[in-house]
């Protein structure tokens, strides 16, 4: 049931935490809302899945797992409601072990599809009074679950009985396992444990189990044949006497309207009848070394009585004076639908026997017992919905936060309005890719939107990692500010970006040239305010002149340089000793006037002089070609042309306006075409 598989998760939580419950669980493939339900019956080879699992995790043993969970087990019913219930199952430990197939009867009406273990001390043997004296016990235990090591859950169940219960030592020693036959005519095996207990403190204790195993009884006073054969059978409708050979001799009256009794003269027990609990063969020897235990017996034949099919529940004891097993039996009905399935009734069950007040109590339990499984596949339905929602919401905040920023995302999810903010010193940082105008009108959009979709995943990655927040893309245009999430130290921060850019944007090739892309970076150091705009798609803008002068470095950068502004050279050279720059003089700059700018050369190891020497490089090699080409075509067009590509430079560095350089673009494409 899913009542073992709750505690063995409840063993893992309390003693190894969640993060290994959790990897136990996705080892086992469990999941909390389907494996988990205390009262759904389950395979075994899920719990099986799970011990397995947890030595895998915990790198243990299979026998230390099982030995672990028998003890927590007992802890964990002692904790969980069952505590008075295990109080009163025996005086001593000696009573209490000889109980436990009573407590696994009353266990198996709430859980009735539980496959129940079999316990037996051995009583009977001509040692056992002399072990007694010692504190010794000999235990049978007998399991349908062959070969799985269960013995050792078994002596960390005993071991914790005896500590938490009766204040004793439990020493359990395995003396041997055997695999039998269940019966004669059956395959089916069954595993035989045999344990020795020493009982080490306590000595009180082990005197009164020694008293209370003496069955003398000093009766006197009475004569016998007190009560007739049939008023016998009149008062014990379901009792059933046989000899050593299971000859049946007697019965009650009860026991033949469920059972062809006919005229023969000798009929044998186990012909009318198989034993069902405990698993083992039905003949005389094997119910003398259970007699402790609570017996089963269900009709092998079938008739046209509508009763045939009742079994028998009861006690076996053994008529020394007789030299006869009588076996004390009542109806094996566990409701009312039962009942009126085997058309049997109230007045068919003696006054004196409990099975009627079982019957009206267990048909309440089950009632109960529904409503509870209903609500446990609820409640796990209910978790299982729960973790799916949070995992949608986990997803959902993770969108959102790359939407918005985190404080941003947080106020609007919670209805709040978002109020403008004025940060005193941000660093705005632009790009945009070289000749993209051209690339645009000579690739097909898909191509574009390809090469766009490549560049700026990997810029988006790099936004992570030195801890920029991505504002916008606009074309191939790109925008990332520094200060707005976490203050403290923007420029650097911003300037690992862009050597980082630089870097990655010579992995993306031009799906006109197939050579590497080249791009143009400025950013700026200064005070902007910055607010969410607008309720549909809302978005997070930025305003202030630091981001005119952060466009306006980059419409101003040169191909694979990265162009930055006197404030923020200020601050890197004032923060970050390693910086390498180079000025670039003084340039007009449209809306400032005239401003000493300065190229990021690299910090530390990072350096991209070696790139710009190649790019300059390429420059001077495609003004070249240019310039022959032209003078070729026409030799009295070769100054002109030289004076036309030196004012496709000057337009690049002077004349820039707008985001993005698209007035840049425009009048080189204007001035290739005058070459």
Wanted: hydrophobic share 40%; net charge negative.
């Amino acid at each position: 049931y899913g009542k073992i598989h709750t505690v063995l998760r409840q063993l893992v939580l309390d003693q190894y935490g969640k993060e290994i419950w959790e990897e136990v669980r996705a080892k086992a493939q469990c999941q909390e809302g389907v494996h988990f339900m205390v009262f759904k019956a389950y395979d075994d080879q899920i719990l099986w899945n799970l011990i397995q699992a947890i030595c895998d995790v915990l790198d243990v043993q299979w026998n230390h797992v099982c030995n672990s969970f028998g003890e927590y087990f007992v802890e964990f019913c002692l904790e969980n409601g069952y505590g008075d219930m295990l109080h009163t199952l025996g005086e001593d430990f000696y009573h209490f072990v000889n109980n436990l197939d009573a407590l696994h009867r009353m266990l198996s009406m709430t859980y009735t599809d539980m496959k129940t273990p079999s316990f037996r001390l051995d009583i009977k043997s001509s040692t056992f009074r002399s072990e007694v004296k010692k504190g010794r016990l000999i235990l049978h235990y007998y399991t349908t679950r062959v070969g799985k090591q269960l013995q050792h859950l078994v002596i960390g169940l005993l071991r914790a009985v005896g500590k938490m219960l009766f204040n004793v030592t439990v020493m359990t020693t395995l003396l041997e396992t055997t695999n039998e036959l269940i019966s004669l005519t059956s395959e089916e095996l069954i595993e035989h444990n045999v344990f020795e207990i020493e009982i080490l403190e306590n000595d009180a204790k082990i005197d009164n189990l020694r008293n209370s195993t003496s069955s003398a009884v000093n009766v006197r006073g009475l004569e016998c044949n007190l009560v007739g054969v049939s008023d016998f059978c009149q008062i014990l409708p379901y009792h059933i006497v046989f000899d050593e050979n299971l000859e049946i001799k007697q019965y009650g009256k009860n026991v033949a309207k469920i059972l062809p009794f006919g005229s023969e003269q000798s009929i044998r027990l186990d012909d009318l009848f198989q034993l069902k609990h405990p698993k083992m063969p039905l003949t005389m020897t094997h119910l003398k070394s259970q007699i402790n235990a609570t017996f089963f017996l269900e009709p092998k034949v079938t008739n046209l009585n509508h009763r045939s099919h009742i079994a028998l529940r009861g006690q076996m004891s053994w008529l020394e004076s007789t030299d006869l097993m009588v076996f004390l039996a009542s109806p094996k009905i566990l409701s009312i639908d039962e009942m009126r399935e085997k058309r049997l009734f109230i007045s068919d069950i003696p006054l004196y026997d409990v099975t009627r007040d079982l019957i009206l109590i267990n048909q309440q339990r089950s009632a109960e017992r529904e409503v509870s499984k209903h609500l446990d596949e609820a409640t796990a339905q209910l978790k299982l919905l729960a973790h799916e929602l949070e995992a949608e919401k986990r997803k959902t905040n993770a969108l959102l936060y790359e939407m918005l920023p985190r404080k941003v995302a947080d106020q609007l999810r919670e209805g709040k309005k978002v109020e403008a903010e004025k940060f005193s010193e941000v660093t705005i940082l632009f790009s945009d890719i070289v000749s993209f105008t051209d690339i645009a009108a000579g690739s097909h959009p898909m191509e574009v939107l390809q090469m766009l979709n490549c560049l700026y995943s990997k810029f988006d990655h790099l936004t992570s990692i030195h801890d920029v927040y991505k504002v916008e893309t606009i074309g191939d245009a790109y925008m990332v500010v520094a200060g707005i999430q976490r203050e403290g130290e923007t420029s650097i921060k911003v300037a690992n970006m862009a050597l980082a850019m630089m870097q990655e944007c010579h992995t993306v090739s031009s799906p006109v040239t197939g050579k590497p892309l080249q791009i143009r970076i400025g950013f700026h150091t200064g005070p902007v305010v910055a607010g969410v705009v607008g309720d549909k798609m809302p978005r997070y803008c930025l305003f202030g002149d630091s981001v005119n002068t952060a466009s306006r470095m980059e419409s101003n950068s040169l191909p694979g340089h990265i162009h930055i502004s006197p404030q923020s050279h200020q601050v890197l050279s004032d923060s970050c000793k390693s910086c390498k720059f180079k000025s670039r003089g003084m340039i007009n700059i449209k809306g400032k006037g005239d401003m000493e700018t300065f190229f990021l050369l690299g910090i530390g190891d990072t350096s991209i002089e070696s790139n710009m020497d190649y790019i300059e490089n390429n420059v001077d090699v495609e003004l070249k070609v240019k310039s022959a080409t032209t003078e070729e075509e026409n030799g009295d067009v070769k100054s002109n042309s030289k004076n036309n590509l030196r004012i496709i430079q000057d337009v690049r560095d002077v004349t820039a306006s707008g985001h993005g350089g698209e007035v840049v673009k425009q009048q080189e494409s204007r001035l290739c075409c005058i070459v």
